[in-house]
């Protein structure tokens, strides 16, 4: 028997013109929310965006607005910045999410794991009891239970 998952949304990906840009890379002057690209906040050292293939619902991401491949390339400014950034993101998805805990970490490298490794940045994955099932673990399919932009509207307003 053959099984079906629908994912209807994809269709827009799959037939948009595809951005060669770095997808942290925001133009100089601004500054705050960016909805089109999912930018949550943005200040004039970091910004925090949702990931858009997330490996589990509300994953965020924060990076320094400089385009640098490597935390030890990054001002002592920037690491600051992005490391409170990042816990503040935690405590913003502790308000609208209420997870259980968290994965947080850089994968710098293309060997470790890094999808864009010429822009740093730092994975903030909330995390629910029970959010591992047979889907990813037999179908090596991932279920995330919101839209993006409903996780979006959720979140920008805990940011600014």
């Known amino acids: ?49 949702m990931n858009l293939y997330p490996y589990n619902n509300a994953h965020l991401m924060a990076a320094p607005r400089r385009h640098v491949a490597t935390l030890a390339l990054a001002t002592a400014s920037e690491r600051a910045a992005l490391i409170n950034l990042a816990a503040r993101a935690t405590e ?9 805990g968290y994965n947080l970490g850089i994968n710098q490298g293309e060997v470790a794991g890094a999808g864009l490794v010429e822009h740093l940045h730092f994975h903030i994955t909330p995390r629910y009891l029970g959010d591992t099932n047979y889907m990813t673990v037999l179908a090596e399919t991932r279920v995330i239970p919101e839209h993006l932009r409903a996780t979006y509207d959720k979140l920008v307003g805990l940011f600014n």
């Open 92 to 100: 913003a998805l502790d308000q609208a999410m209420a997870p259980h």
């Open 1 to 49: 028997m053959s099984e079906t998952l629908w994912a209807p949304w994809r269709m827009d990906y799959i037939l948009s013109p595809k951005d060669q840009s770095c997808c942290f890379c925001l133009p100089d002057n601004h500054l705050g929310p960016l909805p089109e690209r999912l930018v949550l906040y943005s200040d004039a050292l970091c910004l925090l965006i």
